[in-house]
């Protein structure tokens, strides 16, 4: 591999590593759909269900417009491969590598025990009790489990009781685990009723477990900075990341380059490559990514990348937000070229472009390659027709190029009315204390 890297070939290989780098399979099963989570060893959750939860866009933007209950079975079947843990946040892992995540499960534990005037600390009793429902009853959904202490004010945090409260501590901590969900609710079961045997008898000491995640972090990216492989894993402890490097460095893995444009303090910024990552002529995606694909969650790392700059605008009053409620980045080439705001109007059985816009430098086949991957969007969505608003500047391209789409009014202020879904669970682990 090159010892300095241009921008666009640091973009080239990111996105080969993440499955960007080859044509979409003709038809996506289970085999594709394993392949496409290895590549990524991660999956982030979101419950926002403006146009499709966010845990089924990454696996669409890979491999086209899959059957999402093909995902389902391989998510939320009995013993699934796969389980939910605080892994980048909350996400899927493979099930096998829930050791790998026993040193965060401690530390987390640890820090909320010794909160002499914390949550966790205040509430044992109710921990204990929910301990032993689970224990005495099997995998539970938070609503069939009934205390005194329900009917108390809820917090402040996504209207969470007592009960909830206490399984996400039970969860984090590693004494609970995910068992499936109903309809988006998880059901909570004790780690070994949910685990296998074999895997809950074998944790990963923190300093190879930091250093295997690091491995995998900078397979994933192909190539990166330390800050980018840390936030992977939301790891926060910099030293062992930069030893898991240097480890990592010594047995031929990753090997030092420099990126143009990428750097730290006026000084080219350290980076590395992954020994298998792949620097093609050329890629020639197209695809609608979610917020949280590995691609971008990373802000400071999309810029370098890209030149890209987002923010989700959720929380944003309506009539304050720049580009709309949840706008997706688009992928065209090697670039992010633009963003589109979508929803999904059940009712109508429309896909609705609320808004529509461009970045710099996108290509001339820019606008009809966006539309193509609308049209591919409605239909893995099941809508029969597109409506476009006015609102945003690449919206009159996709009318031009979309003759069948209908158009609507939307903007700041006619979004006010929108119902839009509030995310289920924090992003931050404090919001559990």
């Known amino acids: ?13 990111a996105l080969t590593a993440q499955g960007f780098g080859r044509p979409r399979p003709a038809v996506a099963g289970t085999r594709q759909l394993n392949l496409a989570l290895a590549r990524m060893a991660t999956l ?30 391989l998510l939320f ?69 009934e205390h005194d202490a329900k009917l108390a004010a809820r917090g402040p945090w996504w209207d969470w009781d007592v009960v909830k409260r206490a399984l996400e501590h039970l969860w984090i ?28 008898a074998a944790p990963v000491a923190r300093d190879d477990a930091i250093h295997e995640l690091i491995r995998r972090a900078a397979a994933a990216y192909g190539v990166a900075t330390a800050s980018d492989l840390a936030d992977y894993w939301r790891i926060r402890d910099r030293s062992a990341v930069l030893q898991a490097l240097a480890d990592l460095e010594d047995s ?42 590995p691609v971008v969650w990373f802000r400071d790392r999309a810029e370098r990348l890209f030149d890209f700059e987002y923010r989700i605008e959720i929380y944003t009053p309506a009539p304050r937000r720049r580009f709309g409620y949840y706008s997706l980045p688009v992928l065209v080439g090697d670039d992010i070229v633009g963003r589109v705001d979508l929803k999904a109007d059940r009712a109508r059985s429309t896909l609705l472009v609320q808004s529509a816009w461009w970045e710099h430098g996108r290509p001339a086949d820019a606008a009809p390659r966006l539309a193509e991957e609308l049209r591919l969007a409605a239909r893995w969505q099941h809508l029969d027709a597109i409506s476009i608003s006015q609102w945003g500047d690449a919206t009159a391209d996709l009318a031009d190029v979309l003759p069948e789409a209908r158009r609507h009014e939307s903007g700041p202020a006619a979004a006010v009315g929108l119902a839009e879904d509030e995310p289920e669970e924090p992003d931050d682990l404090e919001a559990i204390a």
């Open 1 to 13: 591999m090159k010892q300095t890297l241009s921008r666009a070939e640091a973009r080239r290989i």
């Open 44 to 73: 982030q959750i979101d419950s926002v269900n403006v146009f499709a939860r966010s845990h089924y866009m990454p696996l669409f933007s890979r491999v086209g417009a899959y059957d999402t209950a093909a995902l389902d079975r």
């Open 77 to 145: 079947a009995r013993r699934p491969p796969y389980v939910e843990y605080w892994a980048h946040v909350a996400a899927f892992i493979p099930a096998t590598d829930w050791g790998l995540f026993r040193f965060r499960m401690d530390e987390m534990r640890e820090h909320y025990s010794t909160q002499t005037d914390g949550w966790f600390s205040s509430n044992r009793e109710i921990i204990d009790w929910v301990r032993a429902e689970l224990a005495a009853r099997g995998p539970l959904r938070p609503a069939e489990i």
């Open 173 to 200: 901590a590693g004494d609970v685990a995910i068992a499936g969900r109903r309809g988006f609710e998880r059901r909570y079961g004790l780690a070994e009723h949910v685990i296998p045997a074999d895997v809950l």
């Open 252 to 293: 031929g893995e990753v090997q030092r380059v420099e990126v143009d444009g990428w750097t730290a303090a006026g000084r080219p910024a350290k980076a590395w490559v992954h020994r298998d990552a792949q620097l093609p002529r050329g890629v020639d995606a197209a695809a609608l990514l979610t917020p949280f694909d």
